[in-house]
């Protein structure tokens, strides 16, 4: 269990406050109107009312307590700097912002921001590549170079399991899980036998994974 301040509660933290709260995390919600902080005071340990971009504001807060302190403010730069600036100036663990543009995203990250995400682009590059390819179901950027992958298996593979497949050899790509058509993961040993109703779930260099669809 960990423990989150998490600071603006638009639709991003919300999310944050109801997923983090459902790994049971501690989380301290903050807004600085009290209406958007009513809807989660039932599933967050703490709900604040304040105006995070005074340090004496964040300072009562005890940021450095929190093993990391998140800013889900995106729709307004000046706030979102602020904030971001006097957590790191006030010793937070790690401040992870939210950016809606790659010089906010810059700004952030020169004043104190240990990590910067960008939902929608990011939600918007996952679902373009998943929606560009049938074989394709589900797509995770772990860097610009390598990625995870849920697609279906290749026809070379069906019939054979994972060492006659010899698929780390031939395509430089790891197997990680396979989904079966009832929706169960697992984690497949080397004698599992690839069928075509499944979803192999696959990591490797993002050029790599795109050889098996050029084929």
């Known amino acids: 269990m960990k423990s989150f301040l998490i600071i603006g509660m638009g639709k991003f933290g919300h999310h944050m ?7 049971g995390n501690e989380i301290m919600a903050v807004d600085e109107i009290d209406e958007k902080v009513e809807d ?13 971009t005074k340090i004496d504001v964040l300072e009562s807060f005890g940021v450095n307590n929190f093993d990391a302190c998140i800013v889900c403010i995106s729709d307004n730069f000046q706030s979102s700097l602020e904030i ?10 790690k401040v992870i912002s939210l950016a ?14 240990n990590h ?18 049938d074989s394709i179901f589900d797509y995770i950027k772990i860097s610009d170079e390598y990625s ?13 399991n994972i060492i006659q497949a010899n698929i780390r050899a031939k395509h430089h790509i790891n197997v990680l ?14 004698e599992y036998i690839f069928n075509d ?18 084929r």
């Not at 989660?40 to 995070?52: E, Q």
């Not at 995870?148 to 054979?160: A, F, H, N, R, Y």
């Not at 899980?177 to 080397?190: H, R, S, Y």
């Not at 192999?200 to 050029?214: C, E, T």
Request: proline share 3%.
């Open 17 to 23: 406050c109801y997923n983090l709260a459902a790994l």
């Open 40 to 52: 989660v005071v039932d599933i967050v340990t703490s709900a604040k009312i304040g105006d995070c």
């Open 84 to 93: 971001t600036y006097n957590l790191s100036e006030l010793g937070a663990k």
């Open 100 to 113: 809606s543009t790659d010089i906010h995203a810059k700004f952030l990250l020169r004043n104190g921001a």
């Open 116 to 133: 910067v995400i960008y939902p929608e682009r990011d939600m918007a590059g996952r679902l373009a590549v998943s929606i560009s390819n």
């Open 148 to 160: 995870i992958m849920e697609i279906t298996p290749q026809k070379s593979w069906l019939g054979k």
């Open 177 to 190: 899980a396979v989904k079966d058509d009832a929706g169960n993961v697992n984690m497949p040993g080397a």
């Open 197 to 214: 109703a499944d979803h192999v779930i696959v990591m490797g260099r993002q050029d790599d994974i795109n050889k098996l669809f050029k």
